[in-house]
C-alpha cells in the first residue's frame, strides 16, 4: 500500500476494525515514516553536495582561503 492521501482515506473508513486494521496501518506508518527519512537524507545530500562544489569553486578563484 502506498501513502497516498486516498489510500489513507480509504483505510480509514473501510470499517476495517481489530488486529488486522491496526496491523496495516502500523505498517503504514512505518512506510511513510521511512520515505520521509529517505526524503530528507537526500536533501542533505544535495546540499552538502552543492556546498562542496561552490567551496571547491570558490578555493579556486582564490576567494577562500585553502582548506576552509
Given at each position: 500500500?502506498?501513502?497516498?492521501?486516498?489510500?489513507?482515506?480509504?483505510?480509514l473508513?473501510?470499517?476495517?476494525?481489530?488486529?488486522?486494521?491496526?496491523?496495516?496501518?502500523?505498517?503504514?506508518?512505518?512506510?511513510?515514516?521511512?520515505?520521509?527519512?529517505r526524503?530528507?537524507?537526500?536533501?542533505?545530500?544535495?546540499?552538502?553536495?552543492?556546498?562542496?562544489?561552490?567551496?571547491?569553486?570558490?578555493?579556486?578563484?582564490?576567494?577562500?582561503?585553502?582548506?576552509?
Amino acid at each position: 500500500m502506498g501513502g497516498s492521501v486516498a489510500e489513507w482515506v480509504s483505510v480509514l473508513y473501510s470499517g476495517a476494525e481489530g488486529p488486522e486494521f491496526k496491523s496495516q496501518l502500523c505498517r503504514q506508518t512505518v512506510h511513510t515514516h521511512c520515505a520521509s527519512v529517505r526524503q530528507a537524507a537526500k536533501l542533505v545530500a544535495a546540499l552538502l553536495r552543492v556546498a562542496g562544489v561552490t567551496a571547491g569553486l570558490a578555493e579556486s578563484n582564490g576567494s577562500l582561503p585553502p582548506g576552509l
